[in-house]
């Protein structure tokens, strides 16, 4: 009869985490049968721990994904130089390759929304990390600039699903927005790192093979042979990220899952779950559309966030693109010599990645701990602090002006960056959930389109009314980008009034 008690038991009550059966009684805390002892503690206990690895083990996953996305992306500013002077292309027509880039990015994020919001998130990540390392690869091929441009617009058409497919697999598994702020801001260092992994990798990778010839293989078909001189050369800057790229895909895909329930995994009762896509609220209140993409567009605070995210793109790419050159013609002609105006811009430069990592780790933890999981608060002030900052590096005393790029660069990678990571974050969390990604796509269209402004119409504002005039357009952009965001101060993410119980 017991027997007979604890397979109908196992029958009607057991339950699957990780990969174990955990007996559950209903009528009593425990069912005992000689050694075996299973309580509901236990099986919350189990089931708490396997999550809780599951989990590092995706944010370690997608983490190591994106940073290699940025490899398959930011090499371009190391093998240009080589196609310079190899294919005799002109610097605009090589610099048409990262236009192609901005602006199929651009026009992806725009759209890729209802995609991400409807594929398997992970399976667009892999194919997509795919496609990027495949469009460097085939780099290794050609000599025709106007093929590179197609392709590297390839590349921009999967970088622009990255950040996207990465943001939902996210979500997924850390659902409590009161904690996912410091953990999100976390993971947006992925594209520091990234940034520095490109020289860590593919500097080395270059000087080898400009101080050796390439290895004779010995009894290996000719075309192997040629492929091996081919890429024993500036292309080895394509060839070694694409195939990390390629081979990390793989993992990815045999790694991680969408969400947690595709593990069997479940969220712990005292944890804040994703609700299921609904038709109704919103932070506003108002009532969110069948489609994804109609409810974006027509969401106000998408479009607060969007406009905000624009300067921010402006900014960001402002000093990115224009940071050295600023300073080479701001104190080139001082009386400071070629090696300290040098020695000036590499610190500055280095200054504002660092003040990019502090700031989006500083935002993150302020997020959750001084503003309960609200977003817009920090978004607000490090946006609208770019205006004063503007105002330091142009009107600063002369006896500071030897510090002021450093100081003012590390402030600036501050206030740029956190808003950079939180405001598609917000843009994510005050929508309906089926609209998530699309929202979160579009706000990025906007940013990417401030990218482009900030190239060929920022410099010929300088052209026109010098540094000052474009540095002061800036900083007005940002106060006004912050202060549309300010209504939004209270705003409370849609998921954190949702609790699984």
């Given amino acids: 009869q017991e027997s007979a008690h604890l397979i109908e038991c196992i ?80 610097k605009t027509e090589i610099g048409m390759m990262a236009s192609a880039m901005e602006v199929t990015g651009a026009i992806t994020s725009f759209f890729n929304g209802p995609i991400v919001d409807n594929w398997s998130a992970k399976n667009l990540l892999a194919g997509m990390l795919t496609v990027a390392a495949l469009s460097n690869l085939a780099l290794c091929f050609t000599d025709s600039v106007y093929t590179m441009v197609l392709l590297w617009g390839v590349n921009g058409f999967a970088q622009a699903f990255g950040w996207p497919t990465l943001a939902r697999i996210f979500l997924n598994w850390f659902p409590d927005p009161a904690q996912r702020g410091k953990l999100y801001s976390l993971l947006s260092t992925n594209q520091n790192v990234g940034s520095v992994l490109v020289p860590v990798l593919v500097l080395p990778a270059m000087r080898y093979c400009e101080a050796n010839n390439p290895p004779i293989l010995q009894g290996a078909p000719s075309w192997i042979q040629e492929f091996v001189v081919l890429v024993f050369s500036y292309r080895v800057a394509m060839f070694v990220p694409a195939i990390f790229g390629l081979g990390y895909a793989l993992f990815v895909i045999v790694a991680i899952t969408d969400e947690p329930s595709a593990e069997g995994h479940k969220t712990p009762a005292n944890k804040t ?184 119409p920022v410099g010929k504002l300088a052209e026109i009314y010098g540094w000052n005039g474009a540095l002061t357009c800036l900083g007005a952009c940002c106060v006004a980008g912050g202060l549309l965001v300010l209504p939004l101060w209270n705003a409370v993410p849609a998921r954190d009034k949702t609790k699984l119980s």
């Fill in 11 to 90: 029958r009607n009550q057991g339950c699957t985490i990780s990969g174990q059966i955990v007996l559950v009684a209903r009528s009593c805390n425990s069912l005992c049968f000689g050694p075996l002892a299973v309580t509901m503690e236990h099986a919350q206990q189990v089931n708490s721990g396997a999550m809780f690895r599951g989990r590092w083990m995706v944010f370690a996953t997608i983490y190591a994904a994106y940073m290699l996305f940025y490899l398959n992306k930011k090499n371009y500013t190391f093998f240009v130089p080589a196609l310079l002077e190899r294919t005799g292309a002109s």
């Fill in 273 to 456: 779950s994703l609700p299921k896509p609904s038709t109704s609220t919103r932070t506003n209140g108002s009532t969110s559309s069948k489609n994804p993409l109609w409810t974006a567009l027509g969401s106000v605070v998408v479009w607060q966030l969007a406009i905000c995210y624009f300067a921010i793109g402006l900014t960001r790419s402002f000093f990115g693109d224009w940071g050295a050159v600023f300073i080479t013609e701001t104190y080139g002609n001082t009386d400071f010599s070629k090696s300290e105006v040098d020695s000036i811009i590499t610190q500055a430069i280095s200054s504002m990645e660092m003040g990019g990592l502090v700031g989006t780790l500083l935002a993150g933890w302020l997020t959750d701990h001084l503003f309960q999981g609200r977003r817009c608060p920090v978004i607000f002030c490090l946006t609208a602090m770019i205006g004063p900052v503007v105002g330091i590096l142009l009107y600063a005393p002369p006896e500071f002006v030897q510090a002021i790029p450093n100081i003012t660069f590390f402030l600036f990678g501050c206030c740029f960056t956190a808003p950079h990571v939180l405001i598609g974050l917000a843009a994510r969390e005050l929508v309906p959930p089926e609209a998530a990604s699309t929202a979160g796509g579009l706000v990025s269209a906007v940013s990417k389109i401030g990218s482009s402004v900030a190239g060929a």
